[in-house]
């Protein structure tokens, strides 16, 4: 009987886990779509309507001498590099060969490029954690940061990933003005935030006050709990 129970209630967890899994992979997956739609109008656009604007100059120009052309090679060069990198984030091999610190690493960089706010990041390097816990743990992080910057009026953000005897400590701080737990807890994600790291066999918990706020996140590295 309660062999009986005990597999019934792995095999929810596990679906629990399945659907938080492919929930995660469709939220990165429509934030990197319309960052992606973004870079391509505002960036990649510009670039190849700089490298059109060189070769036409150097089309009126042969008989000089055609830097433009060389110029124009290189910015086209840029172009479909940029191009290149921003497509195969869509891909399905992206997921499958999802890494936490390069993701977030992308993320920072473009928050920190608005000027707004200043993310810092510090790491241990590779995590030893498989790339669908990683997918879930990144958009934990990302839901922790996206509060601090519209809920807390943050201007300053620390994320601190270290391993500690087989378990990642992941530290979120912020400076901003804080925000009441209990009634947040329905709001702000924090109770997605809970369910999610829950299923990973983890922890979270929350350290506010009006001069801040600091989430404290343990995560088992090896953990069968959803093994088959």
Not at 9 to 21: A, D, G, P, R
Not at 26 to 45: P, R
Not at 166 to 171: F, H, R, V
Request: proline share 1%; with cysteine.
């Amino acid at each position: 009987m309660k062999q009986h129970v005990y597999l019934k209630e792995k095999k929810s967890m596990q679906e629990e886990f399945e659907n938080q899994l492919m929930k995660s992979q469709i939220e990165v997956q429509e934030m990197t779509s319309n960052e992606l739609a973004k870079e391509l109008h505002d960036n990649v656009g510009q670039l190849l309507s700089c490298t059109k604007m060189f070769i036409g100059i150097t089309q009126r120009s042969l008989a000089q001498i055609p830097d433009t052309l060389n110029l124009a090679e290189e910015t086209l060069g840029k172009a479909i590099n940029e191009l290149r990198a921003l497509t195969k984030s869509m891909d399905k091999e992206w997921l499958e060969q999802f890494d936490l610190i390069t993701n977030l690493e992308n993320e920072i960089n473009r928050i920190n490029a608005a000027k707004t706010i200043r993310i810092n990041l510090s790491h241990c390097g590779k995590l030893g954690l498989d790339t669908q816990k990683q997918i879930i743990l990144f958009r934990i992080t990302q839901e922790a940061i996206q509060n601090a910057i519209k809920h807390a009026d943050s201007e300053n953000i620390s994320i601190n990933i270290t391993t500690i005897l087989n378990t990642i400590d992941l530290k979120i701080y912020d400076d901003g003005k804080g925000f009441d737990l209990e009634s947040a807890n329905t709001g702000l994600g924090i109770r997605n935030m809970k369910q999610r790291i829950g299923l990973l066999g983890g922890s979270i918990c929350w350290d506010t006050s009006v001069y801040g706020s600091k989430i404290n996140i343990q995560l088992p590295i090896n953990d069968d709990k959803y093994e088959n």
